[in-house]
């Protein structure tokens, strides 16, 4: 659809231009909807406010193109990118795994996989602490929903962790038949070694109490729970054998390394996985 006017103020032309078209629809018609705006350049002022009018404003979908990326040679590439961006906006899938790990996805598990991490503002400004949670809604872990919460600033600990669980969970219960997932394995990330002991004391915790309470409500056993705490930052580095190592000497995908150089604490099992 296009827009005649790109300039300031874009909410303002996007309005003028779209409204005609989004005004009759329902709320659920306008999730459906796809706006794909063409810019000329790389402009993070413009691609902000169009993420503004959409995301924010008017809750439809929005696409910003670079003019030249449509000239290029690698057009094919960019064109196919594009798509796997819009389908996921849209609520599709794009990938799905040939083989499901039976441990983790067995055929009488419903397993929800939960990521929760926050975003801090910078040094000395007063905009809230953001605290988000994505969770799979389906069998094989590949079609994802998010809860978004606001705290105070640079609050790590997530406030109300309790309602966003208890969320998911009615979200899934919703979609599954009114089932809720029998395991629930929770990534969490941004955490420091030293908020450990605060983790485990709070969010786990409460990650507990809000599976207990749903499956209370909704007369279903309550899920077990793997709660996982990501660390990146880090500078421990492997060196395989040969037949063990890739064409440039580097561990493969999905290495995992749980013995001799982790923890030999029992409750905190850590392991380092090769990306």
Known sequence: ?????????????????????????????????????IVEESDKEKRDCVKWWGDVC??????????TKLQDKGFDQYARNLGLKINAKSGGINYVPSQLDSTVFGPQDRTMVIGLDTSHPGPGSVTPTTAAMVYSIDRRGVDYRCKIEFQPARKELVERLNHMVSSALRDYYDINGNKIPTKIIFYRDGVSEGQFEQVARDEIATTLSALAWVADRVKEPIPSLTFIIVGKKHHVRFFPDRNLADGKDNALPGTVIDTDITTPEPNQFDFYLQS
């Open 1 to 37: 659809m296009p827009v005649e006017c790109l300039n300031p103020p874009i909410d303002k032309a996007l309005d003028q231009q779209i409204r005609p078209r989004w005004e009759p629809l329902s709320e659920e018609g306008r999730r459906t909807m796809v706006v794909l705006v």
């Open 58 to 67: 008017r809750g439809i979908i929005t696409q910003v193109v670079k003019f």
